[in-house]
C-alpha cells in the first residue's frame, strides 16, 4: 500500500512506502492555521493507512522546501479572507475541528475561500455527524456493507490524500438506506479520526 501525493518541487506525483518505524513522522513547518489542519489530517490518514514514513523521510508540511529527498506538502493559497487563529475561532464560537473540517472541503494543492459562513457550514455538518455517530452507537454493523464504504474511503486518502474525496464517502454514506445506523457509527468511528478530526464520543453501555 502507498500514499501518492504532488511534490512541488517536481511538479509530479510522489509515493511515500510502508516502513517499520514505529512513530508517525509528520513536521509541521509552517505557521498557517491551513498547514496546521493539514498536518492533523495526514497523521490521521498516515495511520488509517497504516503507512509509516522511512526514518529521515518525514513529511513536512508547509514553510519553505526541505532538502530533495524529503517530502513535502504546500498548501494552496487563500484568496479573500485569511484563516483565522485559534483565539479568533474561540472568540466566536468555533473550534479548530470546525476549521479543520472546512479545510476538508478543498484539496490541499487547492485554494480555500475562508468565510465565516463558511465555517459555520462546516460546524453544522459536523456537529450532524457526530450526531449520527451517537444514534447507532449501541448497534453493531453490517461487516460487508461498512467494508465496502471504508474501502472507497482508503482509495481516496492513498490518491493525493484526497481529504474531499474521502469525505465525499462519509457524505454518501450517510444518505438514506445506505447503511444501517450501526454501520454509520462505526464508518464515522474509523473515519473521522483519519481525517484528523475527535473521533466521536461513545455512548455508555448500560
Same mark, same amino acid.
Given at each position: ?37 493539514? /498536518? @492533523?489530517?495526514?497523521? #490521521? ?10 526514518? #529521515?523521510?518525514?513529511?513536512?508540511? #508547509? ?28 472568540? !466566536?464560537?468555533? $473550534?479548530? &475541528? ?16 475562508? $468565510?465565516?459562513? @463558511?465555517? /459555520? ?9 457526530? $450526531?449520527?455517530?451517537?444514534? #447507532? ?22 490518491? &493525493?490524500? &484526497? ?9 454518501? @454514506? ?5 447503511? $444501517?445506523?450501526?454501520?454509520? /457509527?462505526?464508518?464515522?468511528? !474509523? ?16
Amino acid at each position: 500500500m502507498r500514499l501518492r501525493f504532488h511534490d512541488p518541487r517536481a511538479g509530479a506525483q510522489r509515493e511515500l512506502v510502508p516502513a517499520a518505524a514505529p512513530a508517525v513522522g509528520v513536521e509541521e513547518a509552517g505557521t498557517s492555521p491551513r498547514e496546521a489542519a493539514v /498536518a @492533523a489530517s495526514l497523521r #490521521g490518514a498516515l495511520r488509517f493507512l497504516g503507512l509509516e514514513p522511512r526514518p #529521515g523521510d518525514e513529511i513536512r508540511v #508547509g514553510g519553505e522546501a526541505p532538502a530533495p529527498d524529503r517530502a513535502w506538502l504546500k498548501t494552496g493559497p487563500a484568496p479573500g479572507e485569511p484563516a483565522p487563529l485559534p483565539e479568533a475561532l474561540s472568540a !466566536r464560537g468555533f $473550534s479548530l &475541528d470546525d476549521y479543520r473540517f472546512l479545510c476538508l472541503t478543498a484539496r490541499y494543492r487547492e485554494p480555500l475561500a475562508f $468565510s465565516w459562513e @463558511a465555517l /459555520a457550514a462546516a460546524r453544522a455538518e459536523r456537529e450532524a455527524f457526530l $450526531s449520527r455517530a451517537a444514534e #447507532g452507537a449501541a448497534l453493531a454493523p453490517s461487516p460487508r456493507a461498512l467494508a465496502a464504504y471504508l474501502l472507497r474511503f482508503r482509495a481516496r486518502l492513498e490518491d &493525493d490524500l &484526497d481529504l474531499p474525496g474521502a469525505l465525499g464517502c462519509v457524505r454518501d @454514506a450517510l444518505r438514506p438506506g445506505a447503511l $444501517s445506523p450501526g454501520s454509520r /457509527a462505526a464508518l464515522l468511528g !474509523r473515519a473521522l479520526p483519519a481525517l484528523g478530526l475527535a473521533a466521536p464520543a461513545s455512548r455508555p453501555s448500560r
